[in-house]
């Protein structure tokens, strides 16, 4: 049996997945309908609609390549209903211009609805930025 941990992990994994094809739409089953993300840059998207649109728009970019979040710990409380993620960042563009990376720490919460984890909060926390030409 998977442990509320690993299956978070996979999760995780899928939505990196998802990312790197840029396949908004099949983000959706990983998102609670009322999720809120605070972004790198400190900008607050509210509910899977808006989180949704913003990937479609990043994706939309054609200097866009992935966001990677590599989870570090999984957090449990006690009912094992709820867990906090956290981890480090990575987004990557490519363009005319060359490269640059954004890096920075995350934390999600994750909340379990009809035995599927889904995403309720993210917040990301950008540290670093380096471009190479």
């Known amino acids: 049996m998977t442990s ?3 299956a978070i992990r996979a999760r995780r994994k899928l939505t990196n997945k998802l990312i790197a094809g840029h396949d908004a739409a099949r983000l959706k089953p990983f998102f609670h309908p009322d999720m809120t ?3 790198g840059d400190g900008s607050r998207l509210t509910g899977a609609a808006m989180v ?5 728009a990043q994706f939309a970019d054609p200097a866009f390549v992935t966001y990677e979040r590599t989870t570090e710990t999984v957090q449990l409380d006690a009912a094992e209903a ?3 993620e956290f981890g480090h960042w990575r987004a ?3 363009g005319a211009d060359g490269e640059t ?3 920075g720490t995350y934390l999600a919460a994750w ?3 009809t035995g599927q984890w889904v995403i309720e909060s993210e917040l990301f926390v950008t540290l670093s930025e380096s471009s190479l030409a």
């Open 37 to 39: 993300v605070i972004a």
């Open 82 to 84: 709820r867990a906090a």
């Open 111 to 113: 909340r379990k609805v």
């Open 52 to 56: 949704l649109e913003a990937f479609a």
């Open 4 to 6: 509320p941990a690993d």
């Open 92 to 94: 990557l563009w490519r």
């Open 101 to 103: 990376t954004l890096t």
